[in-house]
Protein backbone atom coordinates (compact mmCIF):
# COMPACT_ATOMS: atom_id res chain seq x y z
CA UNK A 1 0.00 0.00 0.00
CA UNK A 2 1.75 3.81 -0.84
CA UNK A 3 2.50 5.59 1.79
CA UNK A 4 4.09 8.83 2.90
CA UNK A 5 7.44 8.24 3.94
CA UNK A 6 9.16 11.18 6.24
CA UNK A 7 13.18 11.33 7.22
CA UNK A 8 14.48 11.49 9.53
CA UNK A 9 12.93 9.99 12.23
CA UNK A 10 14.49 12.29 14.50
CA UNK A 11 16.82 15.19 14.51
CA UNK A 12 18.00 16.88 17.06
CA UNK A 13 19.52 20.27 16.53
CA UNK A 14 21.14 23.68 18.25
CA UNK A 15 19.02 26.31 18.57
CA UNK A 16 19.51 28.85 15.71
CA UNK A 17 20.80 25.89 13.42
CA UNK A 18 19.02 25.78 10.17
CA UNK A 19 16.79 22.21 9.67
CA UNK A 20 15.23 20.46 6.62
CA UNK A 21 12.57 17.48 7.06
CA UNK A 22 12.04 15.78 4.35
CA UNK A 23 9.23 14.03 2.76
CA UNK A 24 7.91 11.89 -0.04
CA UNK A 25 4.31 12.17 -0.71
CA UNK A 26 2.19 9.22 -2.55
CA UNK A 27 3.17 9.51 -6.07
CA UNK A 28 -0.41 10.70 -7.67
CA UNK A 29 -1.05 12.61 -4.64
CA UNK A 30 -1.10 16.90 -6.00
CA UNK A 31 -1.58 18.35 -2.50
CA UNK A 32 0.73 18.42 -0.10
CA UNK A 33 0.92 19.51 3.55
CA UNK A 34 3.01 20.05 6.56
CA UNK A 35 1.32 20.32 10.20
CA UNK A 36 3.21 20.02 13.59
CA UNK A 37 2.02 18.77 17.27
CA UNK A 38 3.98 19.82 19.75
CA UNK A 39 4.23 17.29 23.18
CA UNK A 40 1.07 16.60 24.49
CA UNK A 41 -1.23 19.30 22.56
CA UNK A 42 -3.08 18.77 19.03
CA UNK A 43 -2.15 18.70 15.92
CA UNK A 44 -1.68 22.33 13.75
CA UNK A 45 -2.01 23.05 10.14
CA UNK A 46 1.19 25.01 8.95
CA UNK A 47 1.41 25.08 5.24
CA UNK A 48 -0.37 23.40 1.89
CA UNK A 49 1.23 23.23 -1.64
CA UNK A 50 -0.35 22.57 -4.53
CA UNK A 51 0.68 23.50 -8.51
CA UNK A 52 4.20 23.81 -7.08
CA UNK A 53 2.97 26.74 -4.86
CA UNK A 54 1.67 27.52 -1.36
CA UNK A 55 -1.75 27.78 -1.14
CA UNK A 56 -2.38 28.43 2.28
CA UNK A 57 -0.28 29.23 5.27
CA UNK A 58 -1.11 29.51 9.17
CA UNK A 59 -0.15 32.04 11.53
CA UNK A 60 2.96 29.83 12.72
CA UNK A 61 4.13 29.61 9.30
CA UNK A 62 6.43 33.31 9.53
CA UNK A 63 9.37 33.71 7.45
CA UNK A 64 11.51 31.85 9.36
CA UNK A 65 9.56 28.54 7.01
CA UNK A 66 10.08 27.50 3.58
CA UNK A 67 8.68 24.68 2.14
CA UNK A 68 10.15 23.15 -1.53
CA UNK A 69 9.17 20.77 -4.15
CA UNK A 70 12.94 19.98 -5.40
CA UNK A 71 12.08 17.47 -7.71
CA UNK A 72 8.70 15.15 -8.37
CA UNK A 73 9.02 13.22 -5.42
CA UNK A 74 10.67 15.24 -2.26
CA UNK A 75 8.36 17.91 -0.72
CA UNK A 76 11.01 19.69 1.98
CA UNK A 77 10.25 21.87 5.45
CA UNK A 78 12.99 24.15 5.86
CA UNK A 79 13.40 26.09 9.01
CA UNK A 80 16.00 28.65 9.12
CA UNK A 81 17.05 29.49 12.39
CA UNK A 82 15.64 27.09 14.98
CA UNK A 83 13.97 28.79 18.11
CA UNK A 84 13.46 26.26 21.25
CA UNK A 85 9.75 26.13 20.90
CA UNK A 86 10.14 24.76 17.36
CA UNK A 87 10.38 21.48 19.37
CA UNK A 88 7.50 19.36 18.16
CA UNK A 89 6.76 16.57 15.96
CA UNK A 90 6.18 17.10 12.08
CA UNK A 91 3.96 15.73 10.02
CA UNK A 92 4.10 15.79 6.33
CA UNK A 93 0.68 14.43 4.02
CA UNK A 94 -0.71 14.17 1.13
CA UNK A 95 -3.93 13.94 -0.70
CA UNK A 96 -5.03 13.13 -4.23
CA UNK A 97 -9.24 14.04 -3.92
CA UNK A 98 -9.67 11.61 -1.39
CA UNK A 99 -8.55 11.95 2.20
CA UNK A 100 -5.11 13.04 2.96
CA UNK A 101 -2.85 10.20 4.43
CA UNK A 102 0.00 11.42 7.00
CA UNK A 103 3.32 9.95 7.54
CA UNK A 104 4.91 8.93 10.30
CA UNK A 105 6.36 12.30 11.85
CA UNK A 106 9.66 13.62 12.57
CA UNK A 107 10.75 14.26 16.00
CA UNK A 108 12.43 17.72 16.02
CA UNK A 109 14.32 18.24 19.10
CA UNK A 110 15.66 21.54 19.46
CA UNK A 111 18.40 22.20 22.20
CA UNK B 1 -16.17 29.04 18.59
CA UNK B 2 -13.02 27.82 15.93
CA UNK B 3 -11.75 24.78 18.39
CA UNK B 4 -12.81 21.26 17.08
CA UNK B 5 -13.86 19.73 20.78
CA UNK B 6 -13.49 16.27 22.50
CA UNK B 7 -13.40 14.47 25.78
CA UNK B 8 -9.98 14.07 27.03
CA UNK B 9 -10.45 10.61 28.46
CA UNK B 10 -12.12 7.17 27.91
CA UNK B 11 -11.52 4.27 29.89
CA UNK B 12 -13.21 1.35 28.61
CA UNK B 13 -12.95 -2.69 29.41
CA UNK B 14 -12.22 -4.99 26.40
CA UNK B 15 -14.79 -6.53 24.78
CA UNK B 16 -16.91 -3.22 24.98
CA UNK B 17 -18.11 -1.03 22.95
CA UNK B 18 -16.03 2.43 22.84
CA UNK B 19 -17.79 5.96 21.92
CA UNK B 20 -16.11 8.82 21.14
CA UNK B 21 -17.53 12.07 20.31
CA UNK B 22 -16.73 15.36 18.59
CA UNK B 23 -17.86 18.71 17.72
CA UNK B 24 -16.63 20.36 14.99
CA UNK B 25 -16.60 23.68 14.39
CA UNK B 26 -17.68 24.93 10.50
CA UNK B 27 -21.26 23.43 9.15
CA UNK B 28 -20.03 23.25 5.70
CA UNK B 29 -17.09 20.93 6.38
CA UNK B 30 -17.32 18.91 3.11
CA UNK B 31 -15.32 15.36 4.87
CA UNK B 32 -15.05 14.50 8.46
CA UNK B 33 -12.27 12.43 9.34
CA UNK B 34 -11.18 10.05 12.49
CA UNK B 35 -7.33 9.77 12.82
CA UNK B 36 -5.59 6.90 15.28
CA UNK B 37 -2.53 7.63 17.37
CA UNK B 38 -0.43 5.44 19.08
CA UNK B 39 1.89 6.22 21.18
CA UNK B 40 5.55 7.93 19.48
CA UNK B 41 3.37 7.29 16.18
CA UNK B 42 2.15 8.74 13.03
CA UNK B 43 -1.49 9.59 12.59
CA UNK B 44 -3.39 6.67 11.10
CA UNK B 45 -6.63 7.40 8.64
CA UNK B 46 -9.36 4.71 10.20
CA UNK B 47 -12.27 6.39 8.53
CA UNK B 48 -14.18 9.81 7.37
CA UNK B 49 -17.52 10.48 6.39
CA UNK B 50 -18.75 12.60 3.59
CA UNK B 51 -20.80 15.43 4.92
CA UNK B 52 -24.18 13.90 2.94
CA UNK B 53 -23.75 11.13 4.73
CA UNK B 54 -25.21 10.16 8.25
CA UNK B 55 -23.93 6.98 9.22
CA UNK B 56 -20.71 5.10 7.85
CA UNK B 57 -19.55 1.53 9.33
CA UNK B 58 -16.29 -0.11 8.24
CA UNK B 59 -15.82 -3.47 10.43
CA UNK B 60 -15.63 -2.41 14.21
CA UNK B 61 -16.40 0.79 13.52
CA UNK B 62 -19.50 2.82 12.62
CA UNK B 63 -19.07 6.77 12.26
CA UNK B 64 -22.39 8.61 13.10
CA UNK B 65 -22.94 12.54 11.95
CA UNK B 66 -25.18 14.75 12.91
CA UNK B 67 -24.93 18.09 10.78
CA UNK B 68 -27.40 19.84 12.49
CA UNK B 69 -25.55 19.19 16.25
CA UNK B 70 -22.59 19.68 14.06
CA UNK B 71 -21.75 16.43 15.80
CA UNK B 72 -19.60 13.68 14.89
CA UNK B 73 -18.91 10.32 16.93
CA UNK B 74 -17.21 6.87 16.45
CA UNK B 75 -18.60 3.80 17.60
CA UNK B 76 -15.81 0.75 18.31
CA UNK B 77 -17.44 -2.69 18.79
CA UNK B 78 -15.98 -5.56 20.62
CA UNK B 79 -12.82 -3.06 21.70
CA UNK B 80 -9.49 -4.69 22.21
CA UNK B 81 -6.18 -3.84 24.24
CA UNK B 82 -4.74 -2.62 20.66
CA UNK B 83 -7.33 -0.10 19.87
CA UNK B 84 -5.55 2.04 23.46
CA UNK B 85 -4.56 5.10 21.51
CA UNK B 86 -5.44 8.88 21.13
CA UNK B 87 -8.49 9.28 18.82
CA UNK B 88 -8.43 12.70 17.03
CA UNK B 89 -11.62 13.88 14.69
CA UNK B 90 -10.97 16.49 11.94
CA UNK B 91 -12.65 18.68 9.98
CA UNK B 92 -12.02 19.60 6.42
CA UNK B 93 -13.09 22.80 5.72
CA UNK B 94 -14.29 24.12 2.50
CA UNK B 95 -11.65 25.99 0.18
CA UNK B 96 -8.44 25.40 -2.16
CA UNK B 97 -6.12 24.37 0.04
CA UNK B 98 -8.87 22.19 2.42
CA UNK B 99 -6.47 21.56 5.34
CA UNK B 100 -7.72 19.75 8.29
CA UNK B 101 -8.36 21.20 11.66
CA UNK B 102 -7.92 18.72 14.39
CA UNK B 103 -9.65 18.08 17.57
CA UNK B 104 -7.79 18.58 21.05
CA UNK B 105 -7.80 13.96 20.92
CA UNK B 106 -9.41 11.31 23.07
CA UNK B 107 -7.29 9.30 24.53
CA UNK B 108 -8.76 5.80 24.80
CA UNK B 109 -8.06 3.50 27.38
CA UNK B 110 -8.81 -0.42 27.18
CA UNK B 111 -8.70 -2.10 30.45
CA UNK B 112 -8.99 -6.06 31.01
Known amino acids: ?111 | GEDVEQSLFLSVREGDSSVINCTYTDSSSTYLYWYKQEPGAGLQLLTYIFSNMDMKQDQRLTVLLNKKDKHLSLRIADTQTGDSAIYFCAERRPGTASKLTFGTGTRLQVTL
Open chain 1, 1 to 111: EPEVTQTPSHQVTQMGQEVILRCVPISNHLYFYWYRQILGQKVEFLVSFYNNEISEKSEIFDDQFSVERPDGSNFTLKIRSTKLEDSAMYFCASRDEGPAFFGQGTRLTVV
